[in-house]
């Protein structure tokens, strides 16, 4: 047993070695607000409520940076708010005399609880604040009840509120300044790394099938008709990751107001070029050899069509992948596009020359569902295109793009 996690413990690690540098953040921001308790001045100031830091790091410390910026941003606002709120209550109540103030008082979190309750359902706000709100709750009702019992309430309030915002201003230093983990890069490498994977199908089409000399038989041993798998599964790692994004500030590459919602658009484009390649993948598997031919010329030339539609649609989707990994304008990726517009076209003209169509049926299924993988592609291309421009993507030099060898 201990073999065996320390095999697992070592696999997490070096999957990625980043969740090796959290933990070690975490313990780091946990004993940075642990000094407000160890050191006598520090105690004093705050007294107990130094454990509100302590819990504070423990609650809102995510792994990305967008994560902890979202939950520690909700946190300190809705603190402030209820607590603000909560003290105004408690004065409004005290007016009223000592009988009436603990009916104002409920009356006061009956209200303000189940409005902001039923705001969590609205979509926007269970998006992006809904720690907030739950927070808010908390800290109103905690104030407003102890209030009738408790006669410093301001002092009470002020220690709270000041050491939840030590606790969050210790994991936004932590979180940002020692081996960040930002979740706008991740989703960038996610795209990109989901069109490399539907380039590998296309080529794997186009070298192993679609090839003269191409192997049909065993065909669910081929990696390729796999790598395509996880892109179908991808949606909601890309709207986690979208949704933490957008609290990141300007880093690197990534400037404030990055077009992040522009990822959902390509992402959900490469989806629909996976569920093509999906329903190609199972047909071809299915029905895997090419039956015989009484014109074999035709036959040939289908092939031949197809194999240059899955090269070109290929080089289209790896350019656009390595055009969102530098954060460049793809300017090759429209040249493929147009390359496989006109085989396209090539094709249409080949199987309308067919007089025995039932001969070719087989295969003229495959280029049919290819067609439509093929159309997804150049929609993503648009998309991506769209991208570099929003994102402001660097344009190489006309000169030095000549240069260079494809």
């Not at 047993?1 to 933990?23: C, F, N, Q, T």
């Not at 706000?125 to 709100?133: E, L, N, P, S, T």
């Not at 986690?240 to 990141?248: G, K, N, P, Q, Y």
């Not at 989806?271 to 047909?283: E, G, P």
Request: aromatic share 10%; charged share 20%.
């Amino acid at each position: 047993m201990v073999v065996e996690l320390s095999k697992k413990v070592k696999k997490i690690g070096e999957d990625d070695p980043r969740r090796i540098a959290h933990s070690f953040k975490v313990g780091l921001a946990l004993t940075l607000v642990s000094v407000f308790y160890y050191v006598t001045p520090l105690f004093d100031g705050f007294g107990v409520s130094s454990m509100w830091a302590v819990l504070t790091v423990v609650v809102i410390m995510e792994y990305t940076v967008g994560g902890t910026l979202s939950k520690g941003l909700n946190r300190a606002i809705a603190t402030l708010v209820g607590g603000a709120l909560g003290v105004a209550a408690h004065q409004i109540a005290v007016l009223c005399g000592e009988k009436g103030e603990p009916i104002i008082l409920g009356l006061f979190v009956f209200i303000l609880a189940a409005a902001a309750t039923f705001s969590r359902f609205i979509p926007e706000i269970k998006a992006r604040y809904d720690y907030g709100v739950t927070i808010f709750i908390l800290t109103f009702s905690l104030v407003a009840v102890s209030s009738y019992r408790v006669d410093e309430l301001m002092q009470l309030a002020l220690q709270r509120v000041s050491t939840i915002v030590v606790g969050v201003a210790t994991c936004l230093c932590t979180s940002i300044f020692v081996f960040p983990v930002w979740a706008g890069e991740d989703l960038h490498k996610l795209v990109a790394a989901d069109l490399e994977k539907l380039a590998n199908f296309l080529e794997g089409l186009s070298t192993e099938y679609f090839a003269e000399k191409g192997e049909v038989e065993n065909l669910e041993s081929k990696s390729f008709l796999q790598v395509y798998i996880s892109v179908l599964n991808s949606k909601p790692t890309e709207d986690s990751l979208m949704s933490l994004a957008r609290w990141e500030p300007g880093h690197g590459r990534f400037w404030f107001r990055h077009p992040w919602k522009q990822y959902l658009r390509i992402g959900a484009l490469s989806r629909q070029c996976a569920f093509s390649m999906d329903a190609l993948a199972t047909y071809i598997t299915t029905y895997p050899n090419f039956m015989p031919s009484s014109d074999p010329d035709l036959h040939l030339k289908i092939r031949k069509t197809c194999q240059e539609m899955s090269s070109e649609s290929a080089k289209a989707l790896r350019e656009l992948s390595s055009s969102i990994r530098a954060m460049t304008v793809p300017s090759l990726a429209s040249r493929h596009a147009s390359t496989v517009v006109a085989t396209v076209r090539k094709l249409e003209d080949v199987l309308s020359e067919g007089n025995a169509m039932s001969d070719v049926l087989h295969l003229a299924t495959i280029a049919s569902l290819l067609t439509q993988l093929v159309v997804r592609a150049r929609e993503i291309a648009g998309s991506v295109e769209e991208l570099a421009r929003l994102a402001h993507f660097k344009r190489f030099d006309p000169i030095h793009e000549v240069t260079v060898k494809p």
